[in-house]
Each structure stands twice: as C-alpha cells, then as structure tokens.
C-alpha cells in the first residue's frame, strides 16, 4: 500500500509508559507485556463535549457550537427552503469546523417587538394569529392548526437535508414558545401551548430525525418528561433555583442515558453572579448531578493568568465522556509465525457516554509511525457509561510484515471519516477524532487529498517481529 508521511505531535515521550517487564532475550519472545500510561484530567479539546461556543464568538477549545435559525431566513417564501442560509448559519465564527447543535424558532421574546423570526407569509398569506397583550408583547397562536401545519414542512425540510449531516450533533425540539423554547413566560395575556400543540411538535421531530440526537427543554415537563429517547438542554443554567429544577430532573430521571445534556447560561445573571459556579465548586456539582456534555457560557478564559481559567478548563474536560486508558497489553517481541493479540482496557471518567458509536480501531505502524494497517473492529462506543471499564480485544496476523521494530495505535474515530469521499465534510480533522486522558504520543490528524481522515492515533507502544 502506499505510504503516507504523518505529522507528529508529541504530548509525552514513549519513556513514560510503564511496562512490567524490561526482558530483552529471545527466549522472551512470546510474552505478554502489560503497559500503563501516565493519566491526566483530559485533552484540551475531544469532539462533541465541553464549553460550546456560538452566534459569532470563537473559543479554540470549543468543539461543539450553538446557532438559532429564523424560520423567516429559512423559508422568506412559502414552500421555498433557503439551504444557503443554514449554510451561512453553521459557517459563522463561533460554528465552522465544528459540530453543531442547531433550533429552529419563531419567536423571540423582547419588549414591544413583533414576532422576530417568523415568515411574514405565515400570517399575511396563512392567517396565523399574531397576538398582542396589554403590554404591546406579541406572541404568535402556535396552537393554530395552520401554523402546525407549515412548521411541520420546515422541520420536515431541515430534516431531509441534514439528518445525516456530519456536522450536525443535535437539534433541539423548537418551533413552538418564545426562543423555540416551549413556553410563553412573559406573554401577560392567558395564552398556553396545548398538550395537542406540543405532542404534535414532538412526534413530528421524532419521526423525521432518525440519525442525529434530539433535546427537548422542559425535563420534568409532559410531553417531553415520559417521552424518552432525547437528551435535554438547560437554557437556564447557573445558580439559580430553576437550574436546580432541570438537574433534579435530569439525575433522578436519568434522562442522560438516552441523549446528550447541555444549553446555555441565562443573560439576566450578571458575570460576578455567575462566576459562583467556578469559585464555590458549584459547578462541578452541576455538571455531575446534571450529566452535562456541553454548555454555553461566558468565557472565563479570556486571560489564562485568571483565576478562574483553571476551574473553566477543569469543568470543560470533566463534561461529556472522557476516556481513560487504564492499561494495554501484548507481545513485546514475535516471531512472523505469531499473531499479534491486543488487549486495551479503558475507563469513562466523564460524566455521560459519547452518545453516537465512533469507529474504534488499531493500527500497526512503521518505526517512523508511518501507518501500515487498520486492524477495524465492532465496538459500540455509545455503551461505556461514565465509571465503566471497556475492554477491546484484537489479533492480527504478522505474516505479511518483514522483521523489525512497529508500533501499536489506537484511535476512535466519526464513522465514514477515514474513507475517501467527494468533497470534505466542513469538519475541522481535530473534530473527527477522540484522544485519551493519558500522557502518550499522538498523530495528530489531517484531512488528505482523498478527502479522509489520516492520523488521529494514539501510540501505546513498540514490538518487534524476530
């Protein structure tokens, strides 16, 4: 096959993995060497998990970004979907390159504004009530067949363009209340969304989004309580009693399981205010209880000197899974008449599981790390639960392989990732892989002129065929 060069980066040197056996005799050869690695808190960055960036703002440690879409900007004409726009949507600052949660709404909540996000056709041309209260606060009649009627098409098109979308982490039940957040606070006058409104909504986003994770907002509110099979997100989160709410919900419904946790700190809440979860270990009692993947918050890490910075980036890397490799074992040195067995055992020291099965594989690699063979298997990333252990097991044939020295990677990668394709996915290559909370050397991925992934391994370590 051909050959080619991979860029190094190096966390540790190879010295720094323990081994139980220095033997360097051929009468040695066949056994088996037990490998440990020195561990750390995590990577500064692991795909779809951490603080999440969005609207326009960038934080380079930030692999998941937020986007609001305006139905008005997706759909100016009825029956006519601007897909350019959700494009310039996931192409802004704080989402390129990055896996994207995104929500659909029509109305944003503000003082004396008419609805913000909603087509002007929806209610000139349809006849969708705009209601107004004693205040001059509208809110548009999401109970109104008609409007569930043409919200379905939009959902339905969302859905037939980016369900199977790479890029795409979740999208968020939305469409209906204010925000897309399935409440109408604030509207003094005695409207309410139905349950026919709201389980209509529901069933609709669940039948048309069958690949990608769904988060709906109310935990401990029906429908979405007894629904199952989405994850949730928290749009209130920070020290407030409605925070508490949603995580109470969340821990003792372990809605977790079933799909990723997140959303999004509240603008109300003053920085000094907020800054509480970082400086009384309250937030890492919210992550925990809450099973938080990923958040948006302020940024606490303008200034890397500032007290806060440490606790942010700690609480960054405890959200979501975290993979730990607790040990690796296999043959130090073989005869070409041996199979090479690996056996790897890690650990999720995270808070939740990765909710979508990556493709876990190991590679042989050249004395230079030049890659030389993918060793796939099926392993289901989605079934390691925080606290859990894994143990993967392969054997490869070393017939083929001249004598020498190799060495052993690992990497779990996004499906379809590492086959060549027609065009790239618009995925930063760091966003396609997973590292480890372990000290150890890394190759560090990069998209090749086929349009796939090379790189991404994590070195365990060296054999050589006698």
Avoid at 279 to 291: C, F, S, V, Y
Avoid at 369 to 391: A, V
Avoid at 403 to 431: A, F, H
């Amino acid at each position: 096959m051909r050959r080619v060069p991979l860029v190094l980066s190096i966390l540790s040197v190879l010295s720094n993995c323990k081994k139980n056996d220095d033997s360097t005799s051929l009468e040695t050869a066949s056994k088996i060497v037990e490998y440990t690695y020195p561990k750390n808190n995590g990577p500064y960055k692991n795909p779809m998990k951490g603080w999440n960036t969005g609207w326009w703002k960038d934080y380079d440690y930030a692999s998941v970004g937020f986007q609001y879409i305006k139905w008005k900007d997706f759909e100016s004409t009825n029956d006519s979907f601007n897909y350019d726009h959700i494009e310039e949507v996931i192409n802004r600052s704080g989402s390129t390159g990055r896996h994207l949660i995104l929500r659909l709404y029509t109305d944003w909540y503000g003082d004396n504004e008419i609805s913000d996000g909603g087509p002007d056709w929806l209610y000139d041309q349809i006849g969708v009530e705009r209601l107004r209260d004693e205040n001059g606060k509208y809110i548009t009649n999401f109970n109104n067949e008609k409007y569930l009627s043409e919200a379905k098409e939009a959902i339905n098109a969302l859905s037939l363009r980016y369900d199977s979308d790479p890029r795409i982490y979740a999208f968020q039940i939305g469409v209906i209340g204010y925000w897309g957040e399935w409440h109408s606070y604030g509207y003094s006058e005695d409207f309410r969304l139905t349950d026919e409104t709201k389980n209509q909504i529901l069933s609709f986003y669940k039948d048309n989004f069958q690949n990608k994770k769904l988060m709906g907002r109310y935990p401990w509110i029906e429908p979405l309580k007894s629904t199952g099979g989405i994850g949730f997100h928290n749009d209130y989160f920070g020290p407030v009693s409605h925070s508490d709410e949603f995580d109470e919900a969340i821990f003792y419904g372990n809605k977790w399981i079933e799909g990723p946790i997140g959303g999004e700190y509240p603008p109300q809440i003053s920085q000094n205010d907020f800054n509480q979860i970082y400086l009384n270990g309250l937030g890492e009692k919210m992550i925990k209880k809450g099973h938080y993947s990923t958040m948006k918050v302020i940024n606490a890490c303008e200034n890397e000197s500032d007290e806060l910075c440490d606790v942010f980036m700690k609480l960054h890397k405890l959200m979501g899974y975290n993979y730990q490799i607790e040990k690796c074992k296999f043959k130090e040195r073989l005869f070409t008449n041996e199979l090479l067995s690996i056996e790897l055992e890690i650990n999720n020291i995270g808070v939740a599981p990765m909710y979508y099965d990556w493709d876990v594989e190991f590679g042989i690699l050249s004395n230079e790390k030049e890659l030389l063979k993918i060793i796939e298997t099926d392993y289901k990333t989605t079934n390691i639960l925080p606290g859990d252990n894994m143990f993967f097991k392969v054997e490869k044939s070393m017939a083929d392989f001249l004598k020498g020295k190799y060495n052993i990677g690992v990497r779990i990668v996004q499906p379809g990732s590492q086959i060549k394709k027609s065009e790239v996915w618009k995925l930063d290559s760091r966003n396609a892989y997973i590292l480890f909370s372990n000290e150890v050397e890394v190759i560090n991925g990069y998209w090749n002129n086929l349009n796939a992934l090379e790189g991404g391994w994590s070195i365990l370590g060296e054999f050589n065929i006698e």
